[in-house]
């Protein structure tokens, strides 16, 4: 393969790449089931082998971000998805036989679908994942058979620069090309006539991205955020639930777009809840002011929108209750080290309960019964999961057929991601299609219909000149 350079960040070099992708991509419109694999097994070999240099970008990037942090939820969850595509895709290929039309089929026509390759497929990847949410969903679109332009975040320019240098030894960038660059070359890379685009990302730039690939009418897959409710019932394990939710609370510093962003619990379980969630960040994190297990916030700026959030929600009067020793916890917050606070009944117009939080803030509202979550839910934007703890049937299917959300998760915390078999997507304000597993292959294939006739022609009657025949088939079918 070509060493090539890394894509410089301007607009023609942009048209350029796209225009070589497209001229290669039109001489072989549908790679072999030999060259997906290879292309896969690619991957595998360059994440193995650089995996080392990854990681230390990683960290560079956040100023602090363990290595086990980043093997075990960049890396790892990269693998598996590739393994998994490389494993299932020849019976993904396989045409998908369907019914012909009565009487058609018995005279001898046949209909199926195959899934066909999209063409070029861009994808606009964030910083807080920087390795799988770029590298992952190749294993779905190069299944497809596609080819693939990369541009990852600016936020994250030393992963970004590693991961560009170690897909040119691997790939030509008529396969898979990388850019860098900021905002505006984001924005032209938008603006290209791509087959499909991803974009993983706020919902605030995804409107801008949206309305950028609109001209060309280029379908896109948005996977986006929200402000996820988790819904703790009465019949729950409060400790078990305390545990789930603070793990996922502090994992990456609160940088998931999947974090839980606002508890719902039963009033009277207030203090339980709070005096667990004390309890579990104390046990995960002995020393949280200290720790290297703990992962900074991306930037200084995203580090001070959180500040603010909880100086405005305090100011208001929520009670905001610190998840760490206060003693030491002002000094190992300066900087980009933000640590995980609670904050019980914020006012509704507060940052903290509109915007999506991106950090380890948790806002936490009492409830009398379900119907008052169920209505605060369905009042506001469509979230990316919803996560309920308790063992009753009857709440989970109110949850599950009365509100809309991306998934639903019952007893656990981000458990339907790291399911090969289960699409993951958002709905509404948290996104659009959905990718992973043969859903991921599907999203990115066109579905093309075809349709084989029998020798006999029997649909020769719907010519003229028309017989009687034909108006007693038409009159036999116009009818209840």
């Known amino acids: 393969m070509n060493n090539n350079e890394t894509i410089a960040a301007n607009t023609s070099d942009l048209d350029t790449l796209f225009k070589n992708q497209r001229a290669a991509q039109l001489k072989d419109p549908y790679p072999s089931l030999a060259l997906r694999r290879d292309r896969i097994s690619r991957l595998i070999d360059m994440l193995v082998c650089h995996e080392k240099p990854l990681v230390e ?25 590739l393994k998994h595509v490389h494993k299932h895709i020849k019976r993904w290929m396989k045409p998908d036989k369907r019914n012909s039309r009565f009487p058609l089929g018995l005279l001898g026509a046949k209909s199926k679908v195959e899934y066909m390759p999209l063409g070029i497929v861009g994808n606009i990847s964030p910083w807080n994942f920087p390795v799988q949410l770029a590298l992952s969903p190749m294993a779905d679109i190069f299944g497809a058979g596609n080819r693939i332009m990369l541009k990852p975040s600016e936020l994250s320019p030393h992963t970004s620069e590693v991961m560009a240098q170690i897909i040119a030894g691997s790939f030509d960038e008529t396969e898979l090309g990388v850019v860098l660059g900021g905002p505006e070359v984001a924005a032209e890379f938008s603006s290209l006539h791509f087959d499909h685009l991803l974009f993983t990302g706020s919902t605030n730039i995804a409107r801008r991205v949206a309305q950028s690939t609109a001209h060309n009418l280029v379908p896109m897959t948005l996977e986006l955020g929200g402000k996820n409710p988790v819904v703790i019932s009465s019949t729950a394990d409060i400790k078990l639930a305390a545990e789930k939710v603070m793990w996922a609370k502090t994992l990456n510093g609160g940088q998931i777009c999947l974090c839980p962003d606002t508890v719902f619990i039963p009033e009277n379980l207030l203090e339980s809840f709070v005096a667990e969630c004390q ?56 900087g980009r080290r933000v640590l995980p606070s609670l904050i019980v009944n914020a006012d509704a117009n507060s940052r903290v309960m509109q915007e999506e939080v991106f950090g380890a803030l948790l806002p936490i509202m009492t409830y009398s019964n379900l119907q008052e979550v169920v209505d605060y839910i369905n009042e506001r934007p469509r979230p990316l999961a919803l996560y309920y703890f308790g063992r009753s049937d009857q709440e989970i299917a109110t949850l599950t057929y009365q509100t809309v959300s991306g998934g ?7 458990a339907h991601i790291l399911q090969s078999d289960l699409p993951f997507g958002g709905v509404g304000d948290s996104g659009m299609g959905a990718y992973h597993g043969f859903d991921g292959f599907k999203n990115f294939s066109h579905a093309k219909a075809i349709y084989h006739q029998s020798r006999l022609d029997p649909l020769k009657l719907l010519r003229p000149p028309y017989g009687k025949l034909i108006e007693k088939v038409v009159s036999s079918q116009i009818k209840r």
């Open 57 to 81: 970008a990683v960290n560079t990037d956040f100023e602090n971000r363990s290595a086990l942090m980043t093997r075990a939820y960049d890396i790892m969850p990269t693998l598996e998805n």
């Open 279 to 334: 309890a579990s960040v104390k046990k995960m994190y002995a020393d949280i002011a200290q720790t290297e297990e703990y992962t900074h916030i991306i930037t200084q700026r995203h580090a001070d929108r959180l500040t603010e959030m909880v100086a405005e929600a305090k100011g208001d009067g929520a009670r905001v209750i610190p998840l760490f020793d206060e003693a030491r916890g002002d000094k190992a917050s300066r």
């Open 408 to 414: 639903m998760v019952v007893n656990d915390m981000f």
